[in-house]
């Protein structure tokens, strides 16, 4: 079977997690990575003959191998989702949360991302997707550190995505910027147009499969982005 191997970096739970069991559900070989090797195992133990696990911490360093691995078990690689984040409140500027935050969503990304670009770009074509965040679109009072990590996320998608235009069409970067999605790190009694999420990782896997640049999640999350960037500062202080 051609254009049918997934790895989700990230997969243990949440978004990721949601999104293997769609693409299981659409009969791809799915490679699934996290942390917690109990909650990956439930997964492979649901389709054994299409899943192959790597239990590593993204903060590790070099993980090249570890994905390196897991594309020859699963016998090839089209399209690689980088799901893996944290994002707790910081409003006090913790240093564990900060140092958390950015060994995680900027060392760690910048590893997987880095080593997806290469492997695509060698074939000339794949696709890469970033789970970014709206957040990305402003600094925020609650936790700086989240969205400037997100805003680096984006930035790097972008960037990504242009190198990748110059070698191939059929090698695509999509960034995706979600809302609230419905999974336990959206904690705050401040939500609003919540996704559900299996219906975000529909949206997530529609947009990579068009190869989209750039997708919001849901799509009525573009206004949100929109009024984040062109609100003036002496309101959004007010607001943020
Ligand atoms: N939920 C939202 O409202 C929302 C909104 C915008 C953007 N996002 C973004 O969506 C992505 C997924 O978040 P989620 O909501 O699905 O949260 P989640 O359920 O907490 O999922 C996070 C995933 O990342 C993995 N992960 C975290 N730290 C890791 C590490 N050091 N090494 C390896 N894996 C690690 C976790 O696995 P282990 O714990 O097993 O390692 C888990 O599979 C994140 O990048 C988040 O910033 C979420």
């Known amino acids: 079977m051609t254009n049918r191997h997934v790895i989700i970096i990230g997969a243990s739970s949440g978004i990721g997690r949601k999104m293997a069991e ?16 109990e909650l990956l195992e439930e997964i492979k133990n649901q389709y054994p003959a299409s899943v192959e696990l790597a239990c590593y911490d993204v903060r590790n360093g070099n993980n090249d191998q570890e994905l390196e691995e897991l594309v ?18 910081s409003s006090d500027l913790e240093w564990r949360i900060d140092k958390e935050t950015v060994d995680t969503n900027v060392t760690g990304f910048i590893q997987a991302a880095n080593w997806a670009y290469r492997y695509f770009a060698s074939k000339k074509e794949g696709r890469l997707a970033i789970i970014s965040s709206v957040a990305a679109n402003r600094g925020g009072l609650h936790a700086p550190v989240y969205n400037a990590s ?36 959206a904690k705050s009694d401040k939500l609003f147009w919540v996704v ?14 068009k190869r989209r640049r750039k997708a919001y999640i849901s799509h009525r ?18 607001v943020g």
């Not at 769609?22 to 090797?37: A, D, N, S």
């Not at 559900?196 to 499969?209: F, G, H, S």
Request: glycine fraction near 10%; aromatic fraction near 10%.
């Open 22 to 37: 769609q693409y299981l559900e659409k009969g791809y070989r799915v490679g699934i990575t996290g942390r917690r090797m």
């Open 72 to 89: 020859h078990r699963l016998g090839g690689l089209d399209t690689l989702v980088i799901s893996a984040g944290t994002g707790e409140p």
């Open 150 to 185: 997100k805003a680096f996320q984006s930035s790097y998608a972008y960037g990504l995505a242009l190198k990748a235009g110059r070698i191939s069409q059929d090698f695509s970067v999509t960034c995706i910027e979600p809302g609230f999605v419905a999974t336990k790190m």
């Open 196 to 209: 559900p999420v299996d219906k975000a990782a529909r949206q997530i896997i529609q947009a990579i499969e």
């Open 221 to 238: 999350w573009r206004l949100v982005a929109f009024v984040l960037r062109h609100i003036p500062h002496w309101l959004y202080k007010r």
